[in-house]
């Protein structure tokens, strides 16, 4: 059994409200320090039998949208 991590986040070209939220609530909150948020998600899959052009086809076609989202995963170790 293995444990792929992967994460989904907006293609940089899009607008990310959700992020542009969070960052404006953190200056507010006195992190000045933040200049820009972007946020996506983390699917984590247990796979047996692992194959990364499996995993790319689950990305592909249901985990990510690739018209306006990137993804990538990794094997947890």
């Given at each position: 059994m293995v444990t792929v991590r992967v994460y989904v986040t907006l293609?940089?070209?899009l607008l990310d409200s959700a992020g542009?939220?969070?960052a404006?609530?953190?200056k507010k909150l006195g992190f000045d320090e933040v200049s820009n948020c972007r946020i996506g998600?983390?699917?984590e899959l247990q796979v047996e039998d692992y194959?990364?052009?499996r995993v790319k086809d689950m990305c592909d076609k249901l985990l990510a949208n690739p018209v306006i989202e990137s993804y990538r995963f990794e094997v947890a170790a």
């Open positions: 293609k940089p070209s542009r939220t969070v404006g609530s953190l998600k983390l699917i194959s990364e052009a």
